[in-house]
Nanobody
Framework: QVQVVESGGGLVQPGGSLRLSCLASGFTLDFYAIGWFRQAPGKEREGVSCIRTSDGSAHYVDSVKGRFTISRDNAKNTVYLQMNSLKPEDTAVYHC???????????????????WGQGTQVSVSS
């Protein structure tokens, strides 16, 4: 069975850091990309970051570039998202997910998802 389980969210002050972890297991077929999207109240789904399977390249939405870093430990089937210099606008539920293909951009919010987890809350507030 396929499982995608996230952890690591929490409440931090602006400028703080969090590291999200995603355990993805049970896949029998490969996927286009694996990474994270976020969903804030009243906002559309936004692809945050992912690693493309074909070449291992990392991709980020412009608003987090330079602050977030995605990494993957293949031996542990785990994907990480290190989030530094967090801003209030980063507040959202973060979901680990696989993409079946690109949308308008690699792992953008409009792209077709394969599997995703239940999410972990990230709150950035003073």
């Amino acid at each position: 069975q396929v499982q995608v389980v996230e952890s690591g969210g929490g409440l931090v002050q602006p400028g703080g850091s969090l590291r999200l972890s995603c355990l993805a297991s049970g896949f029998t077929l490969d996927f286009y990309a694996i990474g994270w999207f976020r969903q804030a109240p009243g906002k559309e789904r936004e692809g945050v970051s992912c690693i493309r399977t074909s070449d291992g390249s990392a991709h980020y939405v412009d608003s987090v570039k330079g602050r977030f870093t995605i990494s993957r430990d293949n031996a542990k089937n785990t994907v990480y998202l290190q989030m530094n210099s967090l801003k209030p606008e980063d507040t959202a539920v973060y979901h680990c997910a696989t993409w079946e293909a690109a949308g308008k951009h690699v792992c953008s919010g409009d792209g077709p998802l394969g599997y995703w987890g239940q999410g972990t809350q990230v709150s950035v507030s003073s």
